[in-house]
């Protein structure tokens, strides 16, 4: 195995990631990736977490208590105050991984709160999944993927 790519015991692999930090912090929870760019005004419930934007591929997933992996944000600057909203209301993601900084995902991450990273050694959206459970430590740059065995299919 590779120095970023490591077995545990209780059949997980771990793999490591790095990058830069938007906004220090450390959570971690449940993944949930989208390949698609979010709208921040008119495309999330600011109420409830919820993706509401039509023909998202997460549309009525909740990223609530979950870590938000996406390439980034799209629309106007109304993004930073969506997001904010959904900090306010206690629906915010636990933390934020994205691939394409912009001026409104760094606003957007910088009001919510939740540790934020981009620039990564790898493309996140193309080794995290919905469901892994990730650590994001944000102030040091790092990320951590836990992913459990799949089943076989029968």
Known sequence: MSADRVGH????????????KVVGGCAEGEAIVTQDTISGWGGINERDGTIIERRHELRGRSFKDKILVFPGAKG????????HMTRLNGVAPRAMIF????????????????????????DPLLVIETGD???????????????RPREAPV
Do not use: C, Q
Not at 76 to 83: H, I, K, L, P, T
Not at 99 to 122: E, S, Y
């Open 9 to 20: 015991a209780d059949g997980a692999t771990k793999i490591v990631l790095r990058g830069r």
């Open 76 to 83: 106007s600057s109304g993004w930073s105050a969506y997001f």
């Open 99 to 122: 691939n394409k900084m912009t001026t409104k995902i760094a606003l957007g991450a910088v009001v919510t709160r939740a540790p934020a990273i981009t620039d990564l050694d790898r």
């Open 133 to 147: 459970w990730v650590k994001v430590d944000a102030d040091n740059g790092v990320v951590e993927i836990f992913k």
